[in-house]
């Protein structure tokens, strides 16, 4: 503290009386000090008691003693450009922090005024205290800091829907900044739906509040759905002056819904196509089964087309039952080494050869194209299922107004790539790794982004009643899955679409798949006794008759329990167990599970409709020989019995017989 070395000074009498009741009665802290020396001249009481130094105290101070240490740099160069300057301007007003004799430090908005004072030049400084101002304000921006750190868009706007605040989450999810937003009306801002506004706005004027979903827009014009939470903000009389609006994000939230009601329902409806796909084999197997028989007793040529006719219809049948089945539950077909682009050049031949002339196609891929482990069945009908999808796309563009044809491009080409976490994020389903993708792109019609959502659902077609089955999509996605795969789709209206399905690939050595031989006509029997056992009256029926007729004699049970108390009999003379899986009383599993207790050397063929992944690792460790799918012909039937009577005694392997 510093010590004043001036005199005792007065003001002139004329003024003294008057600046004595304005200085010393009022009720804010005053003090004059000296504008050379900084000493402190004179004080009031209220600062007296405000800072609780005495006036002796305070006329031994300088006006910088009041200031904390790391202010008074910033109180020179006020005064500096302030108080220095040679015209006379209005009061200056500054906001300061004063310390008090206790050691406290308080917030002040000070005024000052150039006096004369006794032939001195003096500073005359009023100063009100603002603290619990300041903390409001502090307390004021803290709140706005964190709001700013919500992931929620918090919006504030009046009663005539100005906005009034907008925060980084408001910025974050809109796309507008807080610049942009404050003054701008806020139903024109974010709301596509103005009357989804006039009726949230409505309700929370009756009862102060409304909360609930909104589709809203974008800057950039994008839609959003969001969870909208508003509070109606009433000052002290209870008057409303301002809205309060919480906006969460629930877009990805809605599309992750959604997502999982649609495989809800795809998983009901396969269900539902599983169980009409098992009965659907049991008519259609004795129809392939007694066409065989029928051709030595129908010798006609008509006889034998009608056959034909018959035979035909049952194999489409019995196709559709498999997509069927491949969409429900997907199918564990054989697998092997498949190189993509020899499967590519096929496929290009048989749309070269059945396509229309005016289609374009364009095949490609790389010379060192990666082998992938599948079904190449399977895979081939995902193929041409998509190139089939994209030449009816095509086709249905429309010949220009001024005559011209307008350009109709198929590419089918294939490609390595290697998805990382990034892409795989983007896509349910991903799997990381090498794969191989094949594309199928188009220049037809394209699709709406409502119709790309619904083309994988079964039974759903754009196509003519006749024309398709609603199956083909739902086929081709159900197979790649069981590859372990998945597919992308990308499709605009009147640019065509892209169908993407990625593989994963074998990138180390591998063997490839040897050629199969063809297969030797099935051989007749020698008289073995086959106990046939199935719950459907009409498939023991054909059986019987087919097996008899190529020279082998039969037993029938009508469920588990029936075969197995025959088996125990009888089961010297049985050579095979000829079972189906799905059974009411006893099913096939259970079935050779018991039969094993009994002999387990016994021979055993399964068929089905469909193997389960839980049923076929059973069927395997109880050693069963063969495993033949429903609907079966003659020959298929013939040639699963020779592969397992004619087998060594050798460890039992599961083969499927196709």
């Not at 910033?74 to 004063?98: I, K």
């Not at 997502?259 to 008519?283: K, V, W």
Request: charged content about 25%; aromatic content about 6%; some cysteine.
């Amino acid at each position: 503290m510093s010590s004043n070395p001036g005199t005792s000074v007065s003001m002139s009498p004329e003024k003294d009386a008057v600046f004595q009741l304005f200085f010393h009665g009022n009720p804010l802290p005053m003090w004059v000090f000296d504008n050379t020396t900084l000493f402190i001249l004179d004080v009031n009481q209220a600062a007296v008691v405000k800072y609780g130094w005495t006036k002796a105290e305070f006329m031994s101070m300088t006006i910088e003693d009041l200031r904390p240490t790391e202010e008074i740099g910033t109180l020179r160069e006020y005064r500096a450009r302030v108080l220095h300057d040679t015209s006379p301007g209005p009061n200056q007003t500054f906001h300061w922090r004063h310390r008090t004799k206790s050691g406290g430090m308080i917030n002040v908005e000070s005024t000052w005024l150039e006096l004369p004072y006794a032939g001195r030049t003096a500073v005359l400084v009023m100063s009100m205290d603002r603290t619990v101002y300041h903390q409001a304000e502090q307390r004021a921006r803290e709140q706005a800091a964190m709001l700013d750190l919500a992931s929620d868009a918090i919006v504030v706007y009046d009663l005539e829907h100005r906005v009034i605040y907008w925060n980084n989450g408001a910025e974050r999810l809109y796309g507008w900044t807080s610049t942009e937003a404050c003054g701008a009306r806020v139903d024109e801002l974010f709301h596509g739906d103005t009357g989804q506004f006039v009726n949230a706005y409505l309700a929370m004027l009756k009862s102060g509040n409304w909360s609930g979903e909104m589709t809203q827009k974008r800057k950039d014009g994008e839609e959003v759905c969001v969870s909208s939470r508003w509070n109606l903000i009433c000052d002290d009389q209870g008057k409303a002056r301002r809205v309060l609006v919480i906006n969460t994000d629930m877009t990805e939230a809605r599309s992750l819904q959604k997502q999982f009601h649609r495989a809800q329902r795809l998983e009901a409806i396969g269900t539902l196509a599983s169980g009409i796909a098992h009965d659907l084999n049991n008519i259609l197997s004795p129809i392939l089964m007694a066409t065989g028989l029928l051709r030595t007793d129908c010798p006609s040529e008509n006889g034998q087309r009608m056959l034909n006719i018959i035979e035909g219809s049952a194999d489409r049948g019995a196709g559709i039952v498999k997509q069927v089945l491949t969409f429900a539950r997907g199918v564990e077909g054989e697998r092997v080494l498949i190189q993509p682009k020899h499967l590519i050049c096929e496929l290009s031949k048989i749309m070269a050869q059945t396509f229309p002339r005016n289609i374009e196609v364009v095949t490609g891929y790389p010379a060192e194209l990666w082998p992938v482990n599948g079904d190449a069945t399977q895979l081939h009908q995902v193929v041409l299922n998509l190139c089939v999808n994209a030449r009816d796309a095509i086709l249905a563009v429309p010949t220009g107004k001024d005559g011209l044809e307008p350009r109709r491009v198929l590419t089918l080409e294939a490609e390595n790539a290697e998805v990382d976490g990034h892409f795989a994020s983007m896509n349910p389903g991903a799997t990381l790794g090498p794969h191989v993708v094949v594309r199928v792109s188009d220049t037809g019609t394209g699709m709406t982004p409502e119709l790309v959502d619904r083309i994988f659902d079964p039974f759903f077609t754009t196509k003519e009643p006749g024309k398709g089955t609603g199956l083909g999509l739902a086929t081709v996605l159900g197979i790649v899955k069981s590859h372990g795969g998945f597919l992308t789709v990308q499709s605009e209206v009147g640019r065509g679409t892209a169908f993407k399905v990625f593989l994963p690939a074998e990138t180390s050595e591998g063997t490839r798949a040897a050629e199969q031989a063809p297969a030797a006509p099935p051989a007749h029997g020698n008289g073995e006794l086959i106990l046939v056992v199935d719950d459907e009256p009409p498939i023991r029926e054909a059986l019987v008759r087919t097996l008899e007729s190529y020279n082998y004699r039969c037993f029938t049970a009508e469920d588990g329990s029936d075969a197995l108390a025959l088996y125990f009999t009888r089961r010297g003379e049985i050579d095979v167990v000829l079972t189906d899986l799905a059974m009411a009383q006893m099913d096939g599993v259970k079935l050779v599970r018991s039969l094993r207790r009994i002999d387990p050397a016994v021979r055993v063929v399964v068929s089905s409709g469909h193997i389960q992944r839980e049923a076929a690792e059973e069927l395997e460790s109880l050693g069963v020989d063969v495993c033949i799918e429903k609907p079966y012909n003659a020959e298929q039937l013939l040639r699963a019995l020779r592969k397992v009577l004619d087998r060594n005694q050798t460890p039992r392997q599961t083969a499927l017989v196709r």
